[in-house]
């Protein structure tokens, strides 16, 4: 019922080879082979935006990618934005500051997210920062946390 | 480095905006979920469902499935026998005299399926993958039977039966009155009658549910790491279904839990057969639920029709209320939710006379449960639209028939005259609705937003406002416990047994704990959720676990803290009460030289003299205090909404200009966690209110099982909340606190209903019925 083939990708920096049923999403390989469990499977139909990683710098819904698409591209995970708990990147540290993080399962996608939008735009408004957020759902925070980090990174 | 977290201006932690220690792990990709444990040989199942809502099964062949490689084990109701035991009714009434039937349920379909999504049988494989293609590959032969999809269809004469042995659908009847409304409404100068609907709703935690069981042979035990609101009340049904006893079942939380929301406050079989499995294979054994399976297995809630009315006076002062309504439990429930409807109607206001009828009916649809808000939201709607349709009636403004009617401040505490839900008078314990609302219209600015109102309605703009209070019945018991003690490293570690969804309580829990013990917040461990930690739990809902564990924590950390000036007066040679504890050192007061370590006096103070040795004077051994703190009854909290909005008439969209909150939960913990709660409780409020809505057809098939059909509000669709507190400590707990965690979510419909009809009125639009989606709006602009 399956075929398989062997992939290699660039992940967080890292060269990283795996074999992958051609049906097997990136998040399922990232989360299940490599062992990258930061980024989380909300929906599985592409609209929660929890499981979104950068692809060639690019978000992408983790769960709508298949692995073989991502074959020699470079991804980055949520666990690249900063080397361990105790030294947080700006964008984090604000989400600690204003509360932007309750349950957590929605936050990896969010902060990928928003470092790509960051990188094209490091000073977005509020209405810049809804948009971007817009392609995610969270059930705990009504956002609003998120928003204000987001602000006071901008310097708004 | 992390700085040491704040203190408040009196030194205390209790009461600081403190950022949660939960955050780092959660923003770096390190924390823990049900999905995410790292667990060698783990199987995965998939569940097989029916694809109908009511039928018999005539024949289950499962031999493909059973052949496709990498399938370890299809099991069916007639493999899981010995788990086969009717499962204990959830909750009795509280209100004496009350009918309940109980409708049995299994494990699995003993007798016939009672809604679409019901697990028939489960398929273990090596992969998720595989486990789907051979769920798949079971083929099912069902004998299809009428359907019952709404309550309406499930309390008329002669409807298809749920369970049969009930002889009808009714699966309870609670009367509850107060003073002699018949008489009231006879007399009064003016009445209004109106029917409203509120629909059927998930909690749609991002993540969804998820259990992984491994089972021990030598010790014939499970562990179970659950998602789950509840850990001690499933270990407690599963010891009942596998006969063990409670210690041969842990059940964890794992630390992380992406949200409850209430639908993970049940039981349901997927615990039960992956723990069957598990012990079957003699491997781990994991199940993920995926969203689908979450639209049509996971608990819901929310559906209601009430048919309600009031008698007031020419100055719009109430004199009687009754509400008779219709609750769908589905195929099978608990009658929280509706016992807190009819309990929370009432509200801010003094109503000396009440009739309040409920009649819940089992449908073929997906079981119930709580969802955010639990029966309040619906409760709240029905009021304040009822006090928008006074004002309207007396030409009054509807915040000032709202304040005429409000229990004073020197009320308290206010028997209202019905049963709560914890089975004790409905008596709010504390508030000030009067203050509360004013300083809600102060805030909002309500007088200038009616002139405003009436200069751009000239100008065709649809303005509304809209206005919601309620009264909120939080912190409920039986109890909740704290284990505290000192560990060899000279740490405080709590433990308590409710698991945390998001709600800080490794922060929350630390604050109290530091302030109890008097050592710093840092020197703080805190552990949740896990049966083989702490005895006994109940768990996280109904906005109870601050007013449950933190009075628990508070009252076995200052047992504690007595317990090592013990030990450490023994070691310094000084009395316990010249005693302080600073800087992770006992020491005494004055003498800052002379103090030993927290870590040294754990040794001594835990047994660390040397085997054989006597303690030394007649000092007992354990630095560990437990507590359990039991509420004499549930506390009451309150909230005063002010929404304003446009609305286009083309369109049906709705834009929310202002958004204000007044809340008051009693005393706050940490004011960072309590708005957070009350922001994403309003998102779920506004969900409600304008996106929201879990459609059956007839045959009780789901018309919107995705989040495309399903609609949730995202950063886009949220305003920006303006907030403020108002304190009145709760007298029935020592920390003065009540609850806030669903408290964002009550009043939202009720305040965006009236502002939209507000918004509407030079059409003379009536909204009854919720939610108000574009399509609605349109409908109630034309008529239709």
């Keep these: 019922m399956s075929d398989t083939r062997a992939i290699t990708l660039t992940v967080n920096g890292e060269p990283r080879q795996a074999m992958v049923d051609v049906r097997t999403t990136l998040v399922d390989v990232l989360r299940d082979q490599l062992r990258l469990t930061g980024t989380h499977v909300g929906c599985e139909h592409g609209v929660c935006g929890a499981c979104t990683v950068l692809v060639d710098g690019e978000p992408v819904r983790g769960c709508l990618m298949l692995a073989v698409q991502a074959d020699g591209r470079g991804v980055e995970t949520v666990e690249s934005l900063a080397p361990d708990p105790a030294h947080l990147n700006p964008l984090q540290a604000e989400f600690v500051r204003h509360h932007g993080v309750q349950c957590g399962f ?51 | 480095m992390t700085p040491p977290a704040s203190r408040t201006p009196e030194g205390g932690y209790i009461g600081a905006p403190i950022p949660r220690r939960e955050d780092a792990r959660l923003l770096t990709g390190r924390g823990t979920f049900v999905d995410d444990l790292e667990m060698p040989g783990v199987v995965h199942a998939a569940m097989v469902r029916s694809p109908h809502a009511h039928a018999r099964v005539r024949r289950i062949d499962a031999q493909w499935a059973r052949a496709l490689p990498g399938v370890l084990a299809v099991v069916t109701a007639s493999e899981v026998d010995d788990i086969q035991k009717p499962w204990p009714a959830r909750m009795p009434s509280p209100v004496p005299g009350t009918t309940v039937r109980h409708g049995v349920r299994h494990t699995l379909p003993r007798d016939k399926i009672r809604h679409a999504g019901e697990v028939i049988a489960a398929v273990v494989a090596e992969s998720r993958a595989l486990a789907e293609d051979a769920r798949d590959l079971v083929e099912v032969e069902y004998e299809l039977l009428p359907v019952v999809a709404t309550p309406a269809a499930a309390l008329a004469p002669g409807a298809p039966l749920v369970y049969e042995e009930l002889g009808d659908n009714v699966a309870a009847h609670i009367v509850q009155r107060v003073g002699n409304p018949e008489r009231a409404f006879a007399a009064a100068p003016h009445t209004l009658r109106e029917t409203f609907r509120v629909m059927r ?3 749609h935690s991002m993540e969804g549910r998820g259990v992984v069981a491994r089972y021990d042979e030598a010790l014939d035990a499970f562990t179970v790491w659950d998602a789950t609101q509840m850990p001690h009340a499933i270990r407690a049904m599963l010891a009942y279904l596998f006969e063990l006893p409670e210690h041969r079942v842990r059940v964890i939380a794992p630390p992380d839990v992406g949200g409850g929301l209430g639908p993970k406050g049940s039981f349901y079989p997927e615990e039960a057969l992956v723990c069957w499995l598990a012990r079957h294979l003699r491997r781990p054994v994991k199940w993920i639920e995926d969203r689908l399976e979450h639209f049509v297995s996971a608990a819901q809630e929310r559906e209601q029709i009430h048919t309600v009315e009031i008698a007031f006076t020419a100055e719009g002062t109430l004199l009687a209320l009754r509400d008779v309504f219709t609750h769908d439990i589905g195929m099978y429930g608990a009658l929280v939710s509706p016992v807190i409807t009819a309990c929370t109607v009432p509200g801010p206001y003094r109503i000396p006379n009440i009739h309040s009828e409920v009649w819940a009916a089992y449908t073929n649809l997906q079981p119930t449960g709580a969802v955010r808000g639990a029966g309040r939201p619906q409760g709240v709607l029905v009021m304040e639209r009822m006090m928008d349709r006074m004002a309207e009636t007396l030409g009054l403004d509807p915040a000032e028939v709202r304040a005429r009617n409000l229990i004073p401040a020197d009320a308290f505490p206010y028997p209202v005259g019905l049963w709560f839900r914890d089975g004790a008078p409905l008596t709010y314990d504390s508030g000030n609705y009067p203050e509360l609302l004013r300083r809600a219209l102060e805030r909002a600015d309500y007088t200038r937003a009616r002139q405003e109102q009436v200069t751009l309605r000239a100008r065709g703009v649809h303005r509304g406002i809209g206005v919601a209070i309620c009264v909120e019945g939080v912190g409920l018991g039986p109890f909740e416990g704290a284990v505290l003690r000192l ?94 504890i600073v800087d992770g050192a006992v020491r005494v007061r004055g003498l800052p030289d002379r103090g030993v370590p927290l870590a040294q006096v754990a040794r001594l103070g835990n047994g660390g003299v040397a085997f ?11 630095l560990e205090a437990s507590a359990y703190f039991t509420p004499s009854q549930a506390g009451y909290s309150a909230s005063a909404h002010v929404c304003i909005l446009d609305v286009d008439a083309e369109t049906g969209e709705v834009t929310i200009v202002r958004y204000v909150i007044g809340h008051d939960c009693g005393n706050v913990i940490n004011p960072l966690i309590v708005e957070g709660q009350i922001l994403g409780g309003v998102a779920h409020g506004l969900s409600n209110a304008l996106y929201e809505e879990a459609m059956y057809d007839e045959q009780g098939q789901s018309l919107a099982s995705s989040f495309l059909d399903y609609p949730l509000p995202s950063a886009r669709e949220m305003p920006r909340i303006e907030m403020f507190h108002l304190t009145t400590p709760s007298p029935i707990n020592p920390l003065g606190v009540k609850g806030a965690g669903e408290a964002g979510t009550l009043p939202v419909t009720a305040a965006i209903a009236g502002a939209v009809e507000d918004a509407l009125r030079p059409f003379g639009v009536r909204v009854n019925r919720m939610p108000l989606n574009p399509a609605r709006i349109s409908d109630l602009i034309h008529g239709r």
């Design chain 1, 106 to 156: 929605c936050t990896a996608g969010i902060l990928m997210s928003l470092t790509a939008a960051l990188r094209d735009n490091p000073r977005p408004t509020e209405g810049e920062i809804r948009e971007t957020l817009a392609g995610h759902l969270c059930r705990c925070t009504g956002y609003q946390g998120m928003v204000d980090a987001v602000l006071a990174l901008a310097g708004r």
């Design chain 2, 612 to 622: 054989g040795m006597v303690m030394p004077g007649g000092l007992s051994v354990g």
């Design chain 2, 201 to 203: 709703g998930g909690g």
């Design chain 2, 487 to 580: 560990d060899a490293r000279g740490r405080v570690v709590v433990t308590s047994g409710a698991p945390p969804q998001g709600q800080g309580y490794q922060t929350a829990f630390a604050q109290i704990a530091a302030d109890a013990v008097g050592v710093r917040f840092e020197d703080i461990d805190v552990v949740t959720g896990d049966t083989g930690a702490i005895p006994y739990g109940i768990g996280s809902f109904a906005s109870r676990v601050t007013a449950n564990a933190g009075p628990a924590i508070l009252q076995a950390g200052g047992t504690l803290r007595e317990k090592i000036l013990a030990v450490g007066g023994h070691m310094l040679e000084a009395a316990p009460a010249d005693l302080e």
